[in-house]
């Protein structure tokens, strides 16, 4: 399924971390066992310290599981919130157009580039005001 993000899968999209969790009891060296809420009783609650951040207390980087949106298989899709930029790249022998997409639940420097056709093709709606964005909006959006 396109669109669709697995939980733990490595890929530019997704959430490396969710929430933080408490820590219950060290396992040996080097693995961590978390206390994990309900809806996440699926994962098995044993970590590598490698796949752990130490939580700063910064609410503003936290994102709840609520808010993502995380289904039943341990999945939750990407939805797009707003087209903010549009470049044409010259390859040798065609040009290949991208468009700089907002997605829900990521800040504004987590905006991807993605391929123009692609999007139109899978999120007609973003295209719809006929508007391109200009480098203004870009310098707003980029302070909030």
């Known amino acids: 399924m396109k669109g669709v993000m697995r939980f733990g899968k490595k890929c530019k999209l997704s959430s490396r971390y969710i929430s933080p969790y408490q820590i219950s009891k060290r396992i040996g060296n080097v693995a961590y066992e978390l ?80 391929a123009e056709e692609d999007m139109k093709k899978r999120f007609p709606h973003l295209f719809d005001t006929g508007e391109i964005p200009d480098q203004d909006t870009n310098s707003l959006l980029s302070t909030l």
């Open 35 to 114: 206390e994990l809420t309900q809806e996440l009783v699926a994962v098995h609650p044993a970590f590598h310290i490698s796949m752990l951040k130490k939580c700063m207390g910064d609410p503003s980087l936290i994102i709840p599981t609520e808010d993502i949106g995380i289904k039943d298989s341990l999945s939750y899709e990407m939805i797009p919130v707003q087209i903010l930029d549009c470049q044409v790249h010259k390859l040798r022998t065609k040009e290949v157009a991208s468009v700089k997409v907002l997605w829900r639940n990521k800040f504004v420097e987590g905006a991807t580039w993605e």
